[in-house]
C-alpha cells in the first residue's frame, strides 16, 4: 500500500446526493472510488436476485469489493482518493437493516480504524429533499433519516470526526468539499516540514 495516499469518506443517507458530488468532484480532478454495495446489487439483481441486500452473503460480498477498491491507487498526483461509503457505512447498513455483524465485517472495520485507513475527517452529506424508492434503495424518508442517523452513531462511535455538507446547490457542495481538502494539503504540507 502507498503511504503517501490520503483516502477521504463521502457518506449520508441514500438519495442524499453524495454520489453526485463525487462525480462533480471527479471533475475537478479528484480521484474517485465509487459505491461497492450499490455495485454488488446490481451484480445481483442482473444474475435475477430481487432483493440481494436481504441474502446472508450480501454484507461479506460488499466488504470484499470495498476492500479491493480500497487497494486502487489513485490516478491524481497528490495522491488524495474519495470514497463513495466504506465498510463503517456497511456495519451502519447491517445495523439498519438487522443483519448480521459477519467476522469478515468486524475484521474490515477493525483494521480499517486501527490502521488509519480512512483519513480522519469524514463528509457527511445533509439529506436533501425527499427520497424516492429504486430498485437499488427500496426507502422511504423515515428510512432514510433511520438510516442517517445510524450512520453518524457508527461513525463518531469508531473515532472519526464528521464535516457536515448541508443542503444546496452541487456545486457549492463540492467546494466545500474543496476548501476542506485545501486545508488538510496545507496541514500535511506543515506536518511534512515539522
Keep these: 500500500m ?3 495516499v490520503r483516502r477521504y469518506i463521502l457518506t449520508g443517507a441514500p438519495g442524499c446526493g453524495k454520489t453526485t458530488i463525487l462525480h462533480a468532484l471527479a471533475e475537478r480532478g479528484y480521484s474517485v472510488v465509487e459505491e461497492a454495495a450499490g455495485d454488488v446489487i446490481a451484480q445481483q439483481q442482473a444474475l ?3 432483493a440481494p ?3 446472508a452473503g450480501f454484507v461479506d460480498a460488499v466488504v470484499r469489493l470495498q476492500h479491493e477498491r480500497q ?5 491524481d498526483s497528490d495522491g488524495v482518493q474519495l470514497f463513495d461509503r466504506s465498510p463503517i457505512c456497511t456495519l451502519a447498513l447491517a445495523r439498519y437493516s438487522g443483519l448480521p455483524t459477519t467476522r469478515a465485517l468486524r475484521a474490515e472495520v477493525n483494521r480499517i480504524v486501527q490502521s488509519g485507513i480512512y483519513q480522519p ?3 457527511f452529506v445533509a439529506r436533501w429533499g425527499p427520497v424516492g424508492p429504486t430498485s ?3 426507502i422511504t424518508e423515515a428510512d432514510a433519516k433511520r438510516f442517517e442517523e445510524i450512520h453518524r452513531t457508527a461513525y463518531e462511535s ?3 470526526e464528521l464535516v457536515d455538507i448541508p443542503p444546496g446547490e452541487l456545486d457549492h457542495r463540492a ?3 474543496d476548501d476542506v481538502l485545501a486545508d488538510e494539503d496545507v496541514r500535511f504540507s506543515e506536518e511534512a516540514w515539522s
Excluded: M
Excluded at 487497494?71 to 490516478?75: A, G, N, S
Design 2 to 4: 502507498n503511504s503517501g
Design 48 to 50: 435475477g436476485v430481487d
Design 53 to 55: 441486500w436481504e441474502g
Design 71 to 75: 487497494q486502487q491507487l489513485p490516478v
Design 121 to 123: 475527517l469524514v463528509f
Design 136 to 138: 437499488a434503495r427500496p
Design 158 to 160: 469508531c473515532g472519526y
Design 175 to 177: 467546494d466545500l468539499i
